[in-house]
C-alpha cells in the first residue's frame, strides 16, 4: 500500500518570525543572534572576549613602543583603546627632533604566578629605568593586578578542570591546547605590563581602572565557568579559547562593521572551504560561505549535471520556517533567490483544499483550515529548490562547482585533501570540509577512518521506526493529468492537494496516492511506498502490468493522459530507495587534536571537517523535516562560523574552521539525537503497515495524539500536543526542545493515569466495602 508522504501534505509550517539577521556583503554580518556577540547566552564570554580584543590592541601598540624612537617631551601616547578605534600604530610622533633614548638602566620585578599544579612559577619583566618617575606604588600596582589576572585564568580553571575531570587522550591534548592559548595571554599581559608602566601617571590611573574592571569581569567569568562544572570547563575553554587579539566587543563589532569593505580578508587568508554534495544543503552551505562569510568554496557533485532532475527523488518538500530562515539569509546578499524560489513554489497559506477523489469518479473539495500562523511555508518540488540554489550559486563569487564524479577525500591529522578525477586534476587543500552528501556520505567514512581508534562517532544514535525500510518509488505525472469525465479539471489546479482514493481501501492490499501541491509547468508525483510484500510490487514489475494495476485500482484518473509515454518504462526500471532507520553518529564534526609542534602550525594541517543534511542524520520522511534540518544545520554552521568572524582578518583559517567545527558539533548533536527521537515516535504508521499488532499500533498512536491534543487544550501549561504537531507549529524551537517537552508530556500523562486508575480503584474498594458491610 503507498500513501505518499501524507506527512508532509498537513505540514504546513508556522509563519513564526523567521527575522533575518540584517547581513552586511563580503563576509560580515550583524552580530544578532550570535552567541559571542550575544552575551545573552553566555554572558560571561563577551566579557572574556574583550579582555582579549583590549590586550591584543596593546600588544600591537606596544610592539610600536619598543621599536619607534620617543620623542621626550613631544611624543604622545595614544591609549590602548585609541588603538582599538583607530587600528593604528598606538605611538603619534609629534615632533621631527625625535630621538632613540637608550634605558640607562635596568631593573628586574619578578612576578609570581600559580602555574598549573600549583608550581609557582616566576617570570622577570625588565623595566626601563627611563621611567623611574613613577613611583614604586605604580609599579606595585601593575605588578599586583597581573599576578591577580594570570593565577586568575591560567591555575585555577585549568587545575580544577584537568584535575576533576577524568581525562582521556584527546581531552588531555584539548586541555594543552587551552594553556598554550593562556599562556599566549600571559605573555600579552606581561607587554601590557610593560607598556602600563612606560605610561605617564594619569594614563597609569586611568589603566589601572580599566584593568581593575578587567580583573573583576575575569573572576566573574571564572565563577560563571566554575558553577558549570570541571568537565564542561575543559570543553568549553577548548570551544572558546581563541587566538589571541580576536575580541567580539562591541567596539570592535562596529568598527569592523563599518569598515567591512577595506578589512576583507585577503585571498590569502581567505578560507578555503571544500563542500562535498550538491543537495540542498550543499548548495545552501556554499552560498552562505562565500556570500556571508567571504571564503573560497569549491563544491563536489558526483552527478553530472545537478541541474537535470533526478526522477527518482522527485519529492515534493514542504519548506517550511526552519528551512525559511537560511533561504532569506542567503537572499539577502543575493537578493534574487527567494523570488526565483517563490516563482516555482505554492505558497500554503491558512488553509489548504483538498479533493478526495474516490473511484466511482466522485471529486468532494474540501478546506483544511490551518492556524494562520502557519503561512511562511512553501510547497516546492525538490529540483525546483536545487535549480534555484544552482542559479545562486552561478551568481556568487567564489564558487568553483565540480561535477562529474565522487570526489577522493583523504583526511588526516598532517594534510587534507579533496581531489577530483586526474583529467579535471582538482584538487583542492581545504581548511574546512563539509560533508553533505546524503545518507550514504563517503565522506563520512573519511572521517570515521581519520579518527580512528578514538571511536568518536561510535555509537550512531539509533530509534526503530515503523516507517525504516519501506521501500518508495516516484511516478512523475504528466501535465495532462486529469480524472476521467472531469469538465472542471480540477487536477489542473496545482495548488490543491489531491487524495486519489484506490478501488482496494481495505485489507493488506490498499492504496491511496496523495499528491501534492506544485506549481505548473512542474509535475505533481506520487510515491508509491509501501512495505516489501505489497502487492503493487510484483504488479508493477512490468510496464504491462503497472498498466493494468493503475488502471483497475484508480479507475477514476484518465491514465491514457497522465502519463508522459516512457514514464512507465523509466518507473518499472528504477530501483527506487528505502526509508532509513533514523540514525545520526555519535558526533557531528571530526577535529583533529592540535599539533603540538606549534611551528608545524600552518595553512595545511589539522583541517576539521562537519556534518550536515542527510549525512548528519537521516530518517523516513514521516514529519517532512529532512530538507528543513538540512537548511537549519547550514545556518548553525554559519552562526558557529560568525562567532569566529573577527578571526578572518588576522589568524589561520585553519583555527577557524576548527572552533566553528567544535561550536557546530556542541550546538547541533542534541538536535540530531532529538530528531531522531521524534521521527521515530512522531508520526511513523502512516504507511497503512499491515497485520493485526501494526493496525493495533495505529490505533493506539492514534489516542496517544488525541489525547495530548485534548490535554494541551485543557491544561496549556502542563501537556504539549503531540510530536507531529509541535514540529509543525514550533519552528522557532529548537529539536531538543521539543523532544523534552514531548518526553515531559509523557511522564505528566503517566502519573495522571496512575492517579486517575489508583483513585479509581480506591473508589471501587471503598464502595464494595460499604456494600459488604450494608449486607452485613
Ligand atoms: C521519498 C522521500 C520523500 C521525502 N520527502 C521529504 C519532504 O517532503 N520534506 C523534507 O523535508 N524532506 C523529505 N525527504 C528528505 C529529503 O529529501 C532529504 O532530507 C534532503 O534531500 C537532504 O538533503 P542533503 O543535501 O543533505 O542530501 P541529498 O539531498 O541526499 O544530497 C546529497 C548530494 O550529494 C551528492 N553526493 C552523494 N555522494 C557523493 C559523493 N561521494 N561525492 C560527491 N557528491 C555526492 C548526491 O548526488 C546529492 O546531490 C524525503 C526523502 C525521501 C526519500
Not at 132 to 153: C, G, K, W, Y
Request: charge should be positive.
Amino acid at each position: 500500500m503507498a500513501s505518499p508522504l501524507v506527512f508532509s501534505s498537513y505540514s504546513m509550517s508556522t509563519a513564526s518570525s523567521s527575522s533575518v539577521r540584517p547581513r552586511i556583503r563580503g563576509g560580515g554580518s550583524s552580530r544578532g543572534g550570535g552567541a559571542f556577540g550575544g552575551g545573552r547566552r553566555h554572558p560571561a564570554r563577551p566579557r572574556m572576549q574583550k579582555s582579549k580584543s583590549s590586550l591584543a590592541s596593546r600588544r600591537r601598540g606596544i610592539a610600536a613602543t619598543t621599536i619607534t624612537t620617543r620623542g621626550g617631551e613631544g611624543s604622545s601616547y595614544h591609549d590602548g583603546d585609541d588603538a582599538a578605534n583607530s587600528s593604528s600604530s598606538t605611538l603619534t610622533t609629534t615632533t621631527t627632533t625625535t630621538t632613540t633614548k637608550k634605558p640607562s638602566s635596568s631593573s628586574s620585578i619578578r612576578v609570581g604566578r600559580a602555574g598549573g599544579g600549583g608550581k609557582k612559577k616566576m617570570a622577570d619583566l625588565s623595566e626601563s629605568s627611563s621611567h623611574s618617575q613613577h613611583s614604586q606604588e605604580d609599579r606595585d600596582r601593575v605588578t599586583l593586578r597581573a599576578s591577580l589576572i594570570v593565577p586568575v585564568v591560567h591555575g585555577e580553571v585549568i587545575d580544577a578542570a584537568a584535575a576533576r575531570a577524568d581525562l582521556n587522550d584527546t581531552k588531555q591534548q584539548t586541555v594543552s591546547q587551552v594553556r598554550a592559548s593562556l599562556s599566549r595571554l600571559e605573555g600579552q599581559l606581561h607587554e601590557m605590563i610593560v607598556a602600563l608602566d612606560g605610561a605617564t601617571r594619569a594614563q597609569a590611573e586611568q589603566r589601572q581602572m580599566e584593568e581593575d574592571a578587567r580583573v573583576a569581569e575575569a573572576r566573574e567569568w571564572i565563577a560563571a565557568w566554575r558553577a558549570r562544572g570541571a568537565a564542561r570547563i575543559v570543553e568549553d575553554l577548548a570551544t572558546h579559547a581563541l587566538p589571541p587579539g580576536h575580541g567580539d566587543d562591541d567596539e570592535n563589532a562596529t568598527q569592523s562593521e563599518q569598515g567591512e569593505e577595506e578589512e576583507r580578508p585577503t585571498p590569502k587568508r581567505r578560507m578555503r572551504v571544500a563542500i562535498i554534495g550538491a543537495g540542498p544543503a550543499g548548495l545552501a552551505c556554499a552560498l552562505i560561505m562565500a556570500n556571508l562569510r567571504g571564503c573560497d568554496v569549491h563544491v563536489f557533485e558526483r552527478r553530472k549535471d545537478p541541474s537535470k532532475a533526478d526522477l527518482n527523488q522527485a519529492f515534493v518538500y514542504n519548506i517550511d520556517a526552519r528551512g525559511r530562515k537560511v533561504l532569506e539569509l542567503i537572499d539577502h546578499e543575493d537578493g534574487e533567490l527567494m523570488d526565483d524560489i517563490e516563482s516555482r513554489s505554492v505558497p500554503a497559506g491558512g488553509k489548504l483544499m483538498l479533493k478526495v477523489a474516490t473511484p466511482d469518479g466522485t471529486i468532494t473539495p474540501s478546506e483544511v483550515t490551518f492556524r494562520s500562523k502557519r503561512t511562511k511555508s512553501l510547497w516546492l518540488p525538490r529540483q525546483a529548490l536545487v535549480d534555484a540554489l544552482l542559479n545562486a550559486v552561478k551568481r556568487a563569487p567564489r564558487i568553483a562547482l565540480h561535477t562529474g564524479s565522487a570526489p577522493v577525500v583523504k583526511i588526516s591529522d598532517d594534510l587534507t585533501t579533496v581531489t577530483m578525477d586526474e583529467e579535471k586534476g582538482v584538487a583542492v587543500k581545504p581548511h574546512l570540509i563539509v560533508a553533505a552528501d546524503g545518507a550514504r556520505s563517503a565522506t563520512r567514512q573519511a572521517m570515521e577512518d581519520a579518527d580512528g581508534a578514538r571511536g568518536h562517532f561510535e555509537p550512531p544514535v539509533m530509534r526503530a521506526s515503523p516507517a525504516a525500510n519501506l521501500k518508495y518509488k516516484v511516478l512523475v505525472l504528466s501535465d495532462q493529468f486529469g480524472f476521467v469525465n472531469d469538465a472542471a479539471e480540477v487536477a489542473k489546479d496545482g495548488s490543491s492537494m489531491i487524495s486519489v482514493r484506490g478501488a482496494v481501501t481495505d485489507g493488506p492490499s490498499r492504496m491511496r496516492l496523495g499528491l501534492l501541491p506544485v506549481r505548473p509547468p512542474q509535475r505533481r508525483t506520487a510515491n508509491i511506498i509501501a512495505y516489501d510484500d505489497h502487492v503493487v510490487w510484483e504488479h508493477m514489475s512490468t510496464v504491462r502490468g503497472a498498466e493494468r494495476y493503475l488502471e483497475n485500482m484508480f479507475p477514476q484518473v484518465d491514465w491514457s493522459k497522465a502519463l508522459e509515454p516512457g514514464e512507465l518504462d523509466r518507473f518499472v526500471a528504477a530501483s527506487g530507495g528505502r526509508f532509513p532507520t533514523p540514525q545520526a553518529p555519535n558526533r557531528l564534526a571530526y577535529v583533529p587534536p592540535p599539533h603540538r609542534d606549534s611551528n608545524k602550525r600552518g595553512d595545511e594541517e589539522c583541517v576539521a571537517a562537519v556534518l550536515l543534511g542527510d549525512a548528519a542524520h537521516c530518517f523516513p520522511p514521516d514529519l517532512g523535516q529532512g530538507v528543513n534540518s538540512a537548511l537549519e544545520d547550514v545556518l548553525v554552521l554559519d552562526e558557529a562560523l560568525e562567532h569566529s568572524r573577527d578571526l578572518y582578518r588576522a589568524t589561520s583559517p585553519v583555527e577557524i574552521g576548527r572552533y566553528a567545527a567544535t561550536r557546530y558539533r556542541r550546538k547541533r548533536e542534541p538536535d540530531a539525537r532529538a530528531l531522531v527521537n521524534l521521527v521515530a515516535v512522531g508520526y511513523p504508521w502512516q504507511y497503512s503497515q499491515p497485520g493485526r499488532i501494526q493496525s493495533f499500533r495505529t490505533k493506539l498512536w492514534a489516542l496517544n495524539y488525541l489525547l495530548r491534543a485534548a490535554l494541551h487544550r485543557a491544561l496549556p501549561a502542563w501537556f504539549w500536543p503531540a510530536c507531529f504537531l509541535m514540529v509543525q507549529n514550533y519552528t522557532d524551537e529548537s529539536y531538543g526542545t521539543i523532544w523534552r517537552r514531548a518526553q515531559r508530556t509523557t511522564w505528566r500523562i503517566v502519573v495522571l493515569l496512575v492517579t486517575v486508575l489508583g483513585a479509581a480503584i480506591v473508589s471501587v474498594m471503598r464502595s464494595a466495602s460499604m456494600f459488604g458491610a450494608a449486607a452485613v
